[in-house]
């Protein structure tokens, strides 16, 4: 089979965190669920406007979940979805992997398994074809 950007799982990821912010908000949300104020202080240099359109995007790909509860004032919470928290599992091995690279270090391929968080590649082969992080 030719794997083409198309049906390519990298290309698919890559554009689910396309986007200046959307890798700040994930992050933040991995690592609790957060109101909108709380998101915004978080990520000081983002403006409100830019994460509110960043979180309604991340909410229509299915990678964060908007939960409005009836109060008065209304309380609206955003929490990852179990795709958005497979996705941060899976970003974290890309930081990784840059901090490394960024230190101008070249990892032996046993490095690449560390800093993956793997002890092997069946490890990693297991892990994506069962799905699980």
Avoid at 80 to 88: P, V
Avoid at 101 to 114: I, L, M, N, R, Y
Wanted: one cysteine or more; aromatic letters at 4%.
């Amino acid at each position: 089979m030719q794997l083409t950007t198309d049906n390519c799982g990298l290309v698919a990821a890559l554009k689910a965190i396309e986007g200046k912010w959307k890798p700040d908000i994930l992050c933040e949300l991995g690592k609790a669920a957060r109101r909108f104020g709380r998101l915004r202080h978080s990520i000081p240099a983002i403006s409100e406007k830019m994460l509110a359109q960043q979180l309604r995007e991340l909410e229509a790909d299915g990678l964060v979940e908007r939960t409005v509860y009836p109060e008065t004032p209304a309380k609206v919470v955003y929490s990852l979805t179990d795709r958005g928290a497979a996705l941060n599992v899976a970003a974290a091995a890309l930081c990784r992997w840059g901090e490394a690279a960024g230190q101008g270090a070249k990892p032996s391929p046993a490095g690449v398994e560390a800093m993956a968080g793997l002890t092997s590649r069946d490890e990693f082969v297991a892990g994506v074809t069962l799905g699980t992080p």
